[in-house]
């Protein structure tokens, strides 16, 4: 896990994607989503997403917030890490429906627990 972390360092988005794949599947329950949040995975997916140049790379950073959106710990982790705004500047792209999917499910996700996603 820390392994996988440690590649969304990296500034090849190649490693980032490696990175945040990994994450992804890693986070198939809520102790081990809380385990990616307490090592910093969730603000280097939230940094990854920011900084992304291609749709690729976007749509693998928000694969993996997906996966960890589903605790609602880890949610509120995201919040306190500034993720709707992260999410709402991701622009929305026509070659690849998912990153818009995500998107909603993810902004979906913090409305569903009360958060103001107006800003």
Request: net charge positive; aromatic share 6%.
């Amino acid at each position: 896990m820390h392994q996988s972390v440690s590649l969304l360092h990296v500034k090849d988005p190649l490693f980032k994607r490696m990175g945040a794949s990994r994450l992804a599947r890693f986070a198939i329950d809520d102790q081990r989503r809380m385990k990616i949040v307490e090592i910093g995975g969730a603000q280097e997916l939230l940094n990854m997403l920011g900084s992304a140049r291609d749709e690729r790379t976007q749509k693998e950073a928000l694969k993996a917030l997906s996966a960890l959106s589903k605790s609602d710990e880890a949610v509120k982790a995201l919040h306190n890490g500034g993720a709707i705004s992260v999410i709402k500047s991701t622009p929305d792209t026509f070659e690849d429906a998912e990153i818009g999917a995500y998107k909603s499910n993810l902004l979906k996700r913090f409305q569903d627990l009360r958060y103001d996603i107006s800003s």
